[in-house]
């Protein structure tokens, strides 16, 4: 199976979307949460069939040129963080069906990965007795 790999311009939007949709770190003043998703992002796809990661790569494409559409004169990526806030919560809530799948879709991923973390589970005190370790070798 060919392994996955994100390109430079990928691991941007994937950074602006952790930063958004993640809380911050509370023990230092930097946002870590791309640090802690990307990792596990990647090994998490190098187990689903290839199409999966190629839907993945235009997914993330798609949703950082899609704000032009939406009236900001920016791609997701470059947005201030209360203007990504703003767009996340009006693809969410939009009548078109594509935007809104995609945001919740890649939300989805983004939670799943970044829940995953023992560790951070373990800061935050949740425990999960079945919870897979796979992302976590």
């Not at 994937?14 to 949709?21: D, F, K, P, R, Y």
């Not at 040129?65 to 969410?92: H, M, Q, T």
């Not at 809104?100 to 879709?105: Q, V």
């Amino acid at each position: 199976m060919p392994s996955f790999r994100l390109s430079g311009y990928e691991a941007k939007v994937i950074n602006a979307l952790a930063e958004t949709l993640t809380p911050p770190d509370e023990d230092t003043d930097e946002d870590t949460s791309f640090r802690q998703i990307l990792p596990l992002l990647k090994r998490y796809f190098q187990e689903v069939p290839s199409e999966i990661g190629i839907f993945f790569h235009v997914l993330i494409i798609f949703l950082d040129w899609l704000p032009l559409f939406y009236g900001y004169f920016r791609r997701f990526s470059n947005l201030k963080p209360s203007d990504r806030i703003d767009v996340i919560e009006r693809w969410e809530s939009g009548r078109l069906y594509f935007p809104r799948s995609m945001i919740l879709a890649v939300k989805g991923a983004i939670y799943m990965i970044y829940y995953s973390d023992k560790k951070l589970r373990d800061r935050i005190g949740v425990e999960y007795p079945c919870a897979s370790n796979a992302l976590n070798q």
